[in-house]
């Protein structure tokens, strides 16, 4: 009987090969206004999912698309929940006009970080959840401060990365060092199966640390995405998993 595993990207955000990349996930979460998208970008992503029967979420971050939400925005807590209500509503209000429902929420680049680590920003966030009235899946890293937060409150899908490299603390390298990114597909694949056979990644450090995760996430602006999603599939089948 095959094991499975559900990939996800993070789509909607204006690289121009969401078509390229949705036949080789599972799930998608779309950007809803704050680093990047509208309601125009939203429908067509959402649309594009459908096609493909990938499961749609919304991917909120800081109301920063100058920086592209990658960094950090001095907010008040009211501010920051509020803007991330409107970025909510507005997905909904474009889900409702294909018929469907968010199936998870993911946060995106800086928030995403700080909402792993920072109490105030993590109660923000589910301040914004629960005032939208809907309660989808919430993926979330491993052993982070909005997981604990969220347990209570939503469903959570501990997520880990495909594509990017980890420090010691599970947090992932910044963006600003070279080796951030992992471009060579094998290595990446290989780490993908490690965290999902053996529950367990490599770092920066070579220090192997407990990981757990039930969702794999690849980057959709990955200049190597496709070729390592490619070389994903390929693999797969001789471990006897399918991506669903």
Do not use: W
């Not at 950090?72 to 997905?91: C, D, H, I, P």
């Not at 968010?102 to 923000?124: E, T």
């Not at 490299?165 to 910044?174: E, T």
């Amino acid at each position: 009987m095959k094991r499975q595993i559900d990939i996800n990207a993070d789509l909607g955000e204006g690289f121009g090969n969401d078509a390229k990349i949705m036949p080789l996930i599972s799930s998608c979460s779309i950007a809803c206004g704050g680093h990047y998208g509208d309601k125009t970008t939203m429908l067509a992503t959402i649309q594009l999912a459908k096609k493909y029967h990938v499961k749609i979420g919304a991917h909120p971050s800081f109301p920063d698309p100058d920086n592209f939400g990658r960094k950090y925005v001095s907010m008040t807590k009211s501010e920051l929940t509020n803007s991330l209500v409107e970025q909510l509503l507005n997905f909904y209000t474009v889900c409702e006009t294909e018929d469907t429902l968010a199936h998870h929420i993911k946060l995106h680049g800086a928030l995403y970080n700080h909402a792993a680590i920072d109490p105030d920003i993590a109660d923000a966030v589910m301040d914004a959840i629960v005032a939208t009235r809907l309660l989808p899946k919430l993926y979330v890293p491993y052993g982070s401060v909005l997981a604990q937060k969220a347990k209570n409150t939503c469903p959570i899908v501990y997520e880990a990365f495909i594509d990017r490299r980890y420090n010691d603390d599970r947090s992932l390298v910044s963006r600003s060092e070279s080796i951030a990114l992992i471009k060579d597909s094998k290595y990446a694949f290989n780490q993908l199966l490690r965290i999902y056979n053996k529950a367990v990644v490599t770092t920066v450090s070579k220090s192997d640390i407990f990981i757990k995760a039930a969702t794999f996430c690849i980057h959709g602006d990955h200049a190597n995405s496709i070729n390592i999603l490619n070389y994903i599939h390929e693999q797969l089948p001789f471990y006897g998993i399918e991506v669903v």
